[in-house]
Nanobody, 127 residues
Framework: LQLVESGGGLVQPGGSLRLSCAASGFTLDGWTIGWFRQAPGKEREGVAC?????????TYADSVKGRFTISRDYVKKTIHLQMNSLKLDDTAVYYC????????????????????WGQGTQVTVSS
């Protein structure tokens, strides 16, 4: 199983980006998926997560509430993170992660709650 992120890049403050997470050969539907980020010199932090599709629960970090949206694309079998109104502080490497043995209805943003990780995609917000 390999998670692959895409969609990162350079954007001006106030702009938008959409990140995607996919797994070759897997649908991700039955797993909890989380998005995390890590800025230089800082610890990895949870940004958003979405529980398995039967429960459809999402959770967001306070710093991104109202600006970021996590969602499942059942056609493309991917998880998206739509990021709007980006700020300089959003600059980081963004990772998607999967909890392949999820607890029903639980969506955690703790790093230790995930057992599969992607390689990350860089998001840079700069004027």
């Amino acid at each position: 199983l390999q998670l692959v992120e895409s969609g990162g890049g350079l954007v001006q403050p106030g702009g938008s980006l959409r990140l995607s997470c996919a797994a070759s050969g897997f649908t991700l539907d039955g797993w909890t998926i989380g998005w995390f980020r890590q800025a230089p010199g800082k610890e990895r932090e949870g940004v958003a997560c979405i529980s398995p599709h039967l429960y459809s629960r999402t959770t967001y970090a306070d710093s991104v509430k109202g600006r970021f949206t996590i969602s499942r694309d059942y056609v493309k079998k991917t998880i998206h993170l739509q990021m709007n109104s980006l700020k300089l502080d959003d600059t980081a490497v963004y990772y998607c992660a999967a909890d392949t043995t999820p607890v029903p209805g639980i969506c955690t943003m703790e790093v230790g709650g995930y057992d599969r990780w992607g390689q990350g995609t860089q998001v840079t917000v700069s004027s």
